[in-house]
């Protein structure tokens, strides 16, 4: 098993930048490929961006692309997301995700393990 803690949300107005952190314990970190999702009220949970094991690949959703860079650091067991020039509809729970089999995976099941996720709420 591997642990993952998401840590900076909050409250943002639209136009600003939050940096999302996710700490990983557990088994090597190195070897995950690692992915962010969020999931707004009353809806499913959707994928925002993955990264290779290397930390060179990268994918985003098509809502995302220009604004949000996805990142690791493995000597820090860490992947972040910064998010930049928030909009009102980013407002969603952010969940990050690791995969032991696969690289840039964007569908849930395609995932072993999961944060609890952190409160991104951006205000208009």
């Known amino acids: 098993q591997v642990q993952l803690v998401e840590s900076g949300g909050g409250l943002v107005q639209a136009g600003g930048s939050l940096r999302l952190s996710c700490a990983a314990s557990?088994?090597?970190?190195?070897?995950?490929?690692m992915g962010w999702f969020r999931q707004a009220p009353g809806k499913a949970r959707e994928f925002v961006a993955a990264?290779?094991?290397?930390?060179?690949?990268?994918y985003y959703t098509d809502s995302v692309k220009g604004r949000f860079t996805i990142s690791r650091d493995n000597a820090k067991n860490t992947v972040y997301l910064q998010m930049n020039s928030l909009k009102p509809e980013d407002t969603a729970v952010y969940y990050c995700a690791a995969d032991q089999r696969r690289n840039l995976g964007r569908a849930t099941y395609e995932y072993d393990y999961w944060g609890q996720g952190t409160q991104v709420t951006v205000s208009s």
């Open positions: 990264l290779s094991r290397s930390g060179v690949g990268t």
């Open positions: 557990g088994r090597t970190f190195s070897n995950y490929a």
